[in-house]
């Protein structure tokens, strides 16, 4: 039986491709800071938990090394967890940005440092990375948030490169605005911004629909059983990705009005 590890499994992406997985008979270990949360997760779907702060490298190669050491094998990690952090620049403290540089990059960091050297040995596996259509397009009111996922982006495509040649794979995730708590839960824990509280509704006004978090579930199953680079949803946000290769002076100016349409 394939073994899983789904850091941020509490809810939102990381609770659907849990399900997801699990359905598919992939015995998975959902990771999470949210106790009460991922134990309903784990208990709902028959899945184990795991109490984890992915900003804890020592706790995540713990974790990675405990999943090994039990079931001789660890063969898909998703680095999903991640904070949403929005706000004008100008109102955005270092606090906001050290935060989502903590959780959005070395969380990732973290997870990829301590499943890869396993995977290595094992001769297989697959690393998936949660990153966002920000990591793609330009994505103003949220610069911190854009920066790490535009990080993790990078990150993703050029350890692919390099870990192919072992067996291993790399996949990353880009999806546009979902349905998700993480709208209803902007800089946790931050100084307040003018967008914090509202992120939802702006998400609504910028793109007019959220993305179904089960859809996108299927979508990052299906990219990772067919081994994709990136797997970016829905089929709007691979339209403005592709528009932003081709016309990137263009994507900065529509992504300028959309800044009109958020306030």
Known sequence: MKRAIVTGGASGIGRAVARELAHRGVAVTVADLDETSGKAVAAEFGLDFALLDVTDAAAVAALVRSVKDEHGRLDLMFNNAGI????????????HWNRAIEVNLRGVVHGVHAAYPVMLAQGHGHIVNTASLAGLVPAPLMLPYTTTKHAVVGLSLALRA?????????????PGFTDTPLLDHANPGLPATSLGSNARSAAVRATGRLYPVDDLAGDIIRGVA?????????????????????????????????????R
């Open 84 to 95: 949403a952090i929005g706000g004008t620049t100008e109102e955005l403290t270092l606090d």
């Open 226 to 262: 067919r081994n994709k680079a990136l797997i970016v949803a829905p089929a709007v946000g691979r339209a403005a990705w592709r528009g932003a290769r081709l016309w990137p002076a263009a994507a900065v100016r529509v992504a300028g009005l959309a800044i009109g349409r958020i």
């Open 162 to 174: 390099e870990a192919a040649a072992h067996g291993v794979r790399v996949s990353v995730v880009c």
